[in-house]
């Protein structure tokens, strides 16, 4: 592996999708993963979509990672885990709370082991409160953390992504916090190890920003708008003539003007009803009334092209066969083939952010269930052949 985190060593003991995401990231930055998984295998191999009966959500979900099984329910579970412990400096868990100290790996074990361990513990409300013990996946995230009562049209249901999109949040903040962690350590090498409480749904509450503070202050409760923007306007979803989809944003009088003069109406800068944002707002309607006219009148590349001498701010709305096909994703190599053992080969996203001089790289799709038990088992903690068949007679591996 190459990257600013060479060197890393992550314990992925997380399933599913937000915390295994976490892993992943720091995978993609150049950590050392290694995933645990019971001997009957994570659920997300069975998510579709499938192919030859096999998860491609799969391949790239936990990319990079090496992949051992172990039964942390099991005496010899625990004792191969803690023997694995002094080989890495992070462990990702998403055990209901308290599930790990019924197993015998409380953090108090934990550390004993390995000082200096990073524990990161994903659930969807936390370690504490009345909510703890419940499950949750991401829909419940993205209702309880209030995304989707704002989400959908004015006089519509609330909605949901067509994505777990609170999953990809918390797996953002998970490896957010990990990395804070760990710089503490590389200040101070003898810094003691840090739990990580990251309830799911206060991330995808922390990401609404100022909609809290707006009920606070002003008693506001943000409402269903569909696609037009509550705080900016002109800003909606359009069809063009030739019936594709476009989207317009913009908040800035400067970026206003220039939209304006795109649609060959640079009068509507100078009316006193668009002066500032706040009063295009208040106005959104007259205003998308009058973007939405003009798109509808020319063909996609027309509307494009207009924006585009004029400094505007308008986007085609892709499909994924569009980003594909986007020469801006092509000359950034956004979209990277993958060798894989049973597709021969696979296309997905790139690393991001892009590192100048300490270039990233995906290293390989996600493999089979225990497909490193002898690399990863007999490396760390020389096991031979024999004992390892011995362990997996009894199910332990």
């Known amino acids: 592996m190459n990257g600013p985190l060479e060197g890393l060593r992550v314990l992925d003991l997380a399933t599913i999708i937000a915390a295994p995401l976490s892993a992943t990231l720091l995978a993609d930055y150049g950590a050392d993963v290694v995933k645990v998984e019971l001997p009957s295998g994570d659920g997300l191999r069975n998510f579709p979509p ?4 096999l998860s491609i959500w799969w391949k790239t979900a936990n990319r990079g990672k090496r992949f ?3 039964d942390l329910r099991t005496p010899d579970g625990v004792r191969i885990l803690k023997s694995m412990l002094p080989h890495f400096d992070v462990l990702i868990e998403n055990f209901r709370p308290g599930t790990l100290d019924r197993w015998g790996l409380s953090k108090e074990v934990l550390w004993e082991v390995q000082p200096s361990l990073v524990i990161l513990r994903t659930t969807a409300f936390g370690q504490d409160g ?5 499950p949750g996946f991401a829909r419940v995230f993205e209702a309880m953390g209030g995304l989707t009562y704002i989400t959908g049209e004015a006089d519509g249901p609330p909605m949901h992504p067509g994505y777990p999109l609170g999953d990809a949040i918390g797996g953002l903040f998970g490896a957010l916090g990990i990395l804070a962690a760990l710089w503490k350590r590389a200040r101070n090498k003898e810094a003691a190890g840090e739990e990580i409480d990251l309830s799911l749904t206060e991330a995808v509450f922390r990401l609404l920003d100022y909609v809290p503070i707006a009920y606070d202050q002003l008693g506001t409760v943000q409402k269903r708008t569909g696609n037009v923007n509550p705080y900016s306007a002109p800003a909606s979803v359009f069809r063009t003539a030739d019936d594709h989809w476009i989207t317009l944003a913009g908040s800035t009088n400067a970026v206003f003007a220039r939209n304006c003069q795109a649609i060959g109406k640079p009068e509507l800068a100078q009316d006193p009803r668009f002066s500032t944002n706040p009063s295009r707002v208040k106005h959104s309607s007259e205003l ?3 973007f939405a006219e003009w798109c509808g009148e020319h063909a996609l590349d027309d509307v494009l092209a207009a924006f585009e001498s ?5 986007a085609p709305i892709y499909d994924i066969e569009q980003i594909f096909n986007d020469p ?5 190599k956004a979209i990277v083939s993958i060798p894989d053992p049973d597709f021969g080969e696979v296309r997905m996203q790139n690393v991001v952010p892009r ?10 799709t996600a493999g089979a269930l225990g497909s490193d038990n002898a690399e990863v088992f007999g ?10 068949a011995h362990l997996a007679e009894r199910g332990v591996i």
């Open 50 to 53: 499938l192919k030859d009966e």
């Open 68 to 70: 051992v099984t172990l």
């Open 130 to 134: 009345p909510y703890r013990d419940r």
């Open 288 to 290: 998308n009334a009058v």
């Open 310 to 314: 004029a400094g505007g701010t308008i």
């Open 328 to 332: 801006q994703m092509q000359a950034r």
């Open 355 to 364: 590192y100048t001089g300490d270039p990233c790289q995906v290293g390989k």
């Open 379 to 388: 490396r760390l903690l020389g096991m031979d052949e024999a004992t390892l």
